[in-house]
């Protein structure tokens, strides 16, 4: 069974942290793995940085800025995590933008993703239909999951698609603003939660966007299965060593 389909099944909320590969550091990608993994997250999104980052705020812009400037690519990031699963086995997610996928090589990139121990992967400009009709047995071949997003505006015949064709989780995010926008949540928000979770879809949600404290992290799992903490895990890795992670954790669950 797929990593995240077995941490799904679990009787808790799921805690899931995002951060960007070569950031602050180029070599420091498996070292933030280890420490995350350790501090007892659930699920790990490691972001592949790209030039033109649509659905990210500036601080994860920063860190895509800085990731590239320190000679991260995806060959570099498949280099780093090689033989990762010799010691890691929380699940892993790749999120990233189309464009550096398809240059790598789309059949490619999925038979690293294999190769390496990669559970699945996030594409926000990925069209669901284009993912459909040229990907979907692809990513199937590979054992890797596609987790698609949603937003207060998608319609609810949408969504009934998108939950359809998934088979992990669905990605909701909080809003329509890019990443670290807001913190906190308002009662539209808390009402799109309800909305979503009583919709009784199959696959079970995690909302993204505007989670970075306890608080935050009970309000957005009241309904839904679990969180996602992006932009204030990369403002934390900013000022903080490495080291210090499990201490960001500590203070969320």
């Known amino acids: 069974m797929n990593r995240i389909n077995r941490i799904l099944q679990e009787d808790k909320k799921l805690l899931s942290i995002y951060f960007t590969a070569g950031y602050p550091n180029l070599d420091d990608t498996t070292k933030i793995i280890s420490e995350l993994e350790k501090s007892g997250v659930d699920l790990i999104e490691i972001g592949l940085p790209f030039s033109d980052p649509l659905a990210d705020g500036p601080t994860i812009q920063a860190s895509s800025t800085q990731a590239l400037k320190n000679g991260m690519t995806s060959e570099l990031l498949f280099e780093q995590v090689a033989t ?62 596609n987790i698609f997003l949603i937003t207060p505006q998608t319609s609810d015949e949408r969504i009934l698609k998108i939950d359809n064709l998934s088979n992990s989780f669905i990605y909701m995010v909080s809003s329509s603003s890019v990443t670290g926008n807001q913190t906190g949540f308002n009662e539209i928000q808390e009402k799109y939660f309800e909305r979503i979770a009583a919709m009784n879809v199959k696959n079970p949600q995690v909302i993204g966007f505007g989670i970075s404290d306890k608080t935050t992290f009970q309000q957005a799992t009241k309904h839904q299965k679990g969180a996602i903490i992006g932009s204030a895990f990369i403002t934390f890795l900013k000022n903080n060593p490495i080291a210090d992670i499990q201490n960001f954790i500590k203070n969320i669950l």
């Open 84 to 145: 990762i699963r010799e010691t890691i086995n929380v699940p892993l997610i790749i999120m990233g933008y189309f464009n550096p996928i398809m240059q790598f090589g789309v059949e490619q990139f999925c038979q690293k993703c294999q190769e390496v121990g990669i559970d699945g992967l996030i594409i926000p400009d990925l069209p669901l239909e284009i993912y459909e009709s040229d990907y979907k047995a692809l990513f199937e071949k590979y054992d890797l999951k």
